[in-house]
């Protein structure tokens, strides 16, 4: 069963890579949503991308805590490009708790398309001597005890796609249900066997810059739309911290077996504990030393971003109608995946003015000839030329070709054009591929753009299947029709919230 996870995370870098491991043992790719995130959480993605993983990051610089509004416009530019059978809606500290990939994969394939799925929560508690470095390098390990009664239930929602449902789905907050934009709700089941280990409470610096962070970033949300039980438990732990007792190692037991709970007096470990490990599938973890975990820099430079880049929303230039047609979200996604810095554009496309207005976004980047290039653009190149392009050899770059033309390409011209480049050595990157036309916006990128690897003679069939696919995929990924903006600079600017 063809599955995906979406996660929107920010400043997780104590267990995200812990989180993308696991759940890639039981899942087909993960899509994550990075919140502007400071502490060396992009930095772990970006190394577990280059690492091979089936990883696509949507960066989002918009501040405030709109995660179904984010959720669902990911959603919504993601399942029509992967095509998904299963969708999961995932936050960084939650792990699925399943006997096996072929135990999932039963569980679900009797549940209809069209329906949802609830899966229990299980929240698990920090050890009563609480080791941060053993937490860090094995979360799960580390955490065997979880509640033993969750009052209420909380569940986090997977649905069962139905294409039909695409774009009128909506994911409430907190992922923990979904409705349709008329407000009605899918069928829903419930599912015993499998279950979603939660592991909110962790340490006390990273509980208190969670919460502080968190909470702050309701409080702008709910300024526009204010919906006031979300988030209820970063507001009381808020209070803890800000203006009560605040946590401590010796408290921090107490504050797990809380969360998100109403108040009981008498919770305590003996009694409403209960010993529930979580296999991991992790193994061991490479980026910790990527990560920054303490507190008051967590808390500053989450500031300082906000500070330095205001909201993350897109506020179009006075001269905006005469300013260049650009959408360069998946490109730079591309850039960043691939370490290029070298950038070309070919000649006979619209690829050197695109890299001009990259290299002036970030000086790091240079203009280069074609053959000393790392990257190489045909922007809006017609497949024939782009074709005859191939048998330039002398001309291709280092690392990465990116291509789209103007107007959609029939199947058999598509294949001839990528044959051409396979025979001059280049073969599609299928993730970096679908995952630039997720990331983009402008039509003709969603449906056409195409990234291509140096190509590897001892995976030719495999090489040969993807093309096969690519040529398949026709145009069913284009977007609705909806104002698009004519500067893309980010994949979250599009999204209906600002233009609200």
């Not at 190509?455 to 069913?476: H, K, N, P, V």
Request: glycine residues 6%; aromatic residues 8%.
């Amino acid at each position: 069963m063809n599955t995906l996870a979406i996660a929107m995370i920010k400043n997780e870098a104590d267990i995200v890579e812990a989180f993308v491991r696991h759940n890639l043992a039981l899942l087909d790719l993960m899509v994550v949503i990075d919140n502007g995130s400071t502490d060396g959480t992009r930095e772990i993605l970006t190394s577990l991308q280059r690492e091979g993983l089936p990883l696509v990051v949507f960066d989002d610089p918009i501040f405030g805590y709109y995660q179904s509004e984010k959720v669902t416009h990911v959603y919504r530019k993601v399942v029509p490009v992967f095509n998904p059978e299963l969708v999961w809606f995932l936050d960084a500290d939650e792990f699925i708790h399943a006997p096996s990939r072929a135990a999932l994969d039963a569980a679900f394939a009797v549940v209809p398309a069209g329906d949802a799925v609830l899966l229990p929560w299980r929240t698990h508690l920090p050890d009563v001597e609480v080791d941060p470095a053993r937490v860090l390098a094995d979360p799960l390990g580390a955490m065997p005890d979880r509640r033993r009664r969750e009052e209420p239930t909380y569940f986090k929602v997977v649905v069962r796609r139905d294409p039909r449902d695409d774009a009128r789905l909506v994911i409430e907050q907190g992922n923990h249900h979904v409705h349709f934009t008329d407000r009605t709700r899918p069928t829903t089941h419930v599912m015993d066997g499998v279950a979603v280990a939660h592991l909110p409470v962790r340490s006390v610096e990273q509980l208190s810059a969670k919460v502080i962070n968190g909470w702050q970033a309701y409080l702008v949300k709910n300024r526009h739309a204010e919906v006031p039980t979300a988030g209820f438990q970063w507001q009381q732990l808020y209070e803890r911290v800000v203006y009560g007792q605040g946590i401590d190692a010796a408290t921090l037991t107490t504050v797990a077996l809380d969360y998100a709970q109403p108040a009981r007096a008498g919770r305590n470990r003996a009694d409403d504990a209960v010993r529930d490990a979580v296999p991991s599938r992790y193994g061991p973890l490479r980026y910790l030393h990527l990560a920054r975990t303490n507190l008051l820099a967590k808390i500053a430079m989450n500031m300082e971003s906000y500070i330095l880049n205001g909201d993350g929303t897109w506020k179009p230039d006075t001269d905006e109608t005469a300013a260049p047609r650009r959408d360069i979200a998946g490109l730079l996604e591309v850039l960043r995946q691939s370490d290029a810095v070298r950038l070309a554009g070919a000649a006979g496309s619209d690829g050197p003015r695109w890299v001009e207005e990259l290299t002036l976004a970030n000086p790091g980047w240079q203009r280069v000839a074609n053959d000393d290039a790392d990257l190489l653009l045909a922007a809006d190149m017609p497949a024939a030329k782009f074709a005859a392009l191939a048998r330039e050899g002398a001309s291709h770059p280092a690392r990465r070709i990116v291509w789209w033309a103007p107007k959609p390409t029939a199947p058999s011209e598509l294949d001839a054009t990528l044959a051409a480049w396979y025979d001059a050595g280049w073969e599609p990157h299928m993730l970096e591929t679908l995952g630039y036309r997720a990331l983009s916006a402008f039509p003709e990128l969603r449906a056409g753009a195409v990234v291509l690897q140096r190509a590897d003679a001892t995976r030719r069939e495999r090489a040969l299947a993807i093309r096969a696919a690519l040529c398949g995929m026709g145009d069913a990924a284009r977007p609705a029709a909806t104002p698009v903006p004519k500067r893309v600079l980010h994949p979250m600017q599009d999204m209906e919230l600002l233009a609200a």
